[in-house]
């Protein structure tokens, strides 16, 4: 079929061929330092318009919110390769509250040690404080429709109640987030009376990897599932007392350098390292300030002492945000700033010079000076316009053309079939004489 034909027909059905929708996920990360608080996440064309995801994050890997169009700057290339910047009135901004979150898997890991009994700084249980932060965070989630799935996992190990982790033991616990066994899930621990030593590498090891060996579609029209694990925990691994801490946590990060597309928020429920010095008169410089040696200070501080270093170097490992809730208001608050991490804004412009098969390059800027963002520059970021499909067009659209067309048919035809009748007519005459 010649592409006359196709246009004919698509025409007749009411159909007119467009860009098809093809989403760049070669690149579906963020690498974010300090220095680079700006990320394109995903570029998806369609036709000539483009639509860009955009992370911009604050030093401590949260997202920042209430940004306009103004504050965008936006350079591409034409189809020569020259470089173009876009007008904001070019621009078509969702902020991160508007655009549609993507997919998502989250493993919620919570510590159910025999150090959940002690209160926080507000007087409340920690246990309490965090079953009832991780179900706010599941009514927010399942009450905007958001197609989150979460595998809540309690972790603790050597008592009677005890929580093993494994593949199978994640995979049985995932939920939609609106789904009520979640909420029945998280009623049970509420019931628990915790009395397990906390081992923190090996089950979020296992997290980790379950969700890297996830098998995504090979489908480039849909966006794969954000895939996270959240760790909470009011205490440090203590395996092995201790013994080879520093090769377990090498392992740990090995595993993190394996499955680069699962990120790790992590939440110390509890005092800070100095803040627990203070307390008990420890008269340890910043520098001589660690587990070991907070345990010389007092022997009996154990359930009280949370491996802050390592909980920050696990986030910092795989672009994840850490935070220190003291209590259970901020544990309801940490929660939402790893929310936010599904969001980002979504900016739509018409490629200038745009072309089929045409190589492209975009660089996104932020210029805020109030959030501290002054000309902050993603990398560039190169896709593709490509390929063909075709939409329906509405009935109103679909009958001028069809008109035009028959029109113009008619007019072909009417001449044609004259003639023919003539050529007939005169072989007929030819024959009788």
Request: hydrophobic content about 35%.
């Given at each position: 079929m010649?592409?006359?034909?196709?246009?004919?027909?698509?025409?007749?059905?009411g159909?007119?061929?467009?860009?098809c929708?093809?989403i760049?996920?070669?690149?579906?990360?963020?690498?974010?330092?300090s220095?680079?608080?700006i990320?394109?996440?995903?570029?998806?064309?369609?036709?000539?318009?483009?639509?860009?995801?955009?992370?911009?994050?604050?030093?401590?890997?949260v997202?920042?919110?209430?940004?306009?169009?103004?504050?965008?700057?936006?350079?591409?290339?034409?189809?020569?390769?020259?470089p173009v910047?876009?007008?904001?009135?070019?621009?078509?901004?969702?902020?991160?509250?508007?655009?549609?979150?993507?997919?998502?898997?989250?493993v919620?890991?919570?510590?159910?040690?025999?150090?959940m009994?002690?209160?926080?700084s507000?007087?409340?249980?920690?246990?309490d404080?965090?079953?009832s932060?991780?179900r706010?965070?599941?009514?927010?989630?399942?009450?905007?429709?958001?197609?989150?799935?979460i595998?809540l996992?309690?972790?603790?190990?050597g008592?009677?109640?005890?929580?093993?982790?494994n593949?199978?033991?994640?995979?049985?616990?995932?939920h939609?987030?609106?789904?009520p066994?979640?909420?029945?899930?998280l009623?049970?621990l509420?019931?628990?009376?915790?009395?397990?030593?906390?081992?923190?590498?090996?089950?979020?090891?296992e997290?980790?990897k379950y969700?890297?060996?996830?098998?995504?579609a090979?489908?480039?029209?849909?966006?794969?599932?954000?895939?996270?694990?959240?760790?909470?925990?009011?205490?440090?691994d203590v395996?092995?007392?201790?013994?080879?801490?520093?090769?377990r946590?090498?392992?740990?990060r090995?595993?993190?350098?394996?499955?680069?597309?699962v990120?790790?928020?992590?939440?110390?429920?509890?005092?800070?390292?100095?803040?627990?010095?203070?307390?008990?008169?420890?008269?340890?410089?910043?520098?001589?300030l660690?587990?070991?040696?907070?345990?010389?200070?007092r022997?009996?501080?154990?359930?009280?002492?949370?491996?802050?270093?390592?909980?920050?170097e696990?986030?910092?490992?795989?672009?994840?945000?850490?935070?220190?809730?003291?209590?259970a208001?901020?544990?309801?608050?940490?929660?939402?700033?790893?929310?936010?991490?599904?969001?980002?804004?979504e900016?739509e412009?018409?490629?200038?010079?745009?072309?089929?098969?045409?190589?492209?390059?975009?660089?996104?800027?932020v210029?805020s000076?109030?959030?501290?963002?002054?000309?902050?520059?993603s990398?560039?970021?190169?896709y593709?316009?490509?390929?063909?499909?075709y939409?329906?067009?509405?009935?109103?659209?679909?009958?001028?053309i069809?008109?035009s067309?028959?029109?113009?048919g008619?007019?072909?035809?009417?001449?044609?079939?004259w003639?023919?009748?003539?050529l007939?007519?005169?072989?007929?005459?030819?024959l009788?004489?």
């Open positions: 010649n592409k006359l034909k196709i246009i004919a027909l698509s025409t007749l059905l159909i007119i061929p467009l860009g929708s093809k760049e996920l070669d690149n579906n990360r963020c690498e974010n330092t220095d680079n608080q990320c394109i996440y995903r570029v998806t064309t369609k036709a000539d318009t483009v639509t860009l995801r955009v992370k911009v994050l604050d030093n401590e890997r997202p920042i919110e209430g940004l306009n169009k103004n504050n965008f700057i936006i350079d591409t290339t034409n189809g020569k390769g020259e910047r876009l007008n904001p009135s070019e621009i078509n901004l969702l902020s991160s509250e508007q655009s549609k979150p993507d997919p998502a898997k989250l919620m890991l919570l510590d159910m040690s025999g150090s009994k002690n209160q926080d507000a007087g409340i249980k920690k246990l404080g965090a079953v932060g991780v706010e965070f599941i009514n927010e989630v399942s009450g905007d429709k958001w197609d989150v799935q595998s996992v309690p972790f603790g190990e008592c009677t109640n005890s929580f093993p982790v593949a199978s033991v994640i995979d049985e616990n995932f939609q987030s609106g789904s066994d979640l909420i029945q899930k009623d049970k509420a019931k628990v009376d915790v009395c397990a030593w906390t081992n923190i590498y090996d089950p979020l090891g997290a980790v969700l890297g060996n996830l098998q995504q090979k489908n480039d029209k849909s966006p794969p599932p954000r895939l996270a694990v959240i760790l909470l925990s009011d205490g440090y395996t092995n007392d201790r013994r080879d801490e520093s090769e946590f090498d392992r740990l090995e595993v993190f350098r394996q499955y680069p597309k990120i790790v928020h992590t939440m110390g429920y509890g005092e800070k390292m100095k803040e627990l010095r203070d307390r008990i008169r420890c008269r340890l410089s910043d520098n001589e660690s587990i070991d040696n907070l345990k010389k200070c022997s009996n501080i154990d359930s009280y002492i949370v491996d802050e270093p390592r909980l920050k696990i986030a910092d490992a795989t672009r994840g945000i850490n935070a220190f809730p003291a209590d208001k901020a544990v309801v608050d940490t929660l939402r700033k790893f929310l936010s991490t599904l969001r980002e804004y900016i412009y018409k490629q200038p010079g745009a072309r089929r098969s045409g190589n492209y390059q975009v660089t996104v800027s210029n000076p109030y959030r501290g963002l002054r000309n902050v520059k990398d560039p970021k190169p593709r316009l490509d390929t063909f499909d939409i329906a067009l509405p009935l109103p659209e679909r009958l001028p069809l008109g067309i028959l029109i113009l008619l007019g072909t035809m009417i001449p044609f079939i003639w023919s009748k003539q007939k007519d005169s072989s007929f005459r030819n009788n004489s």
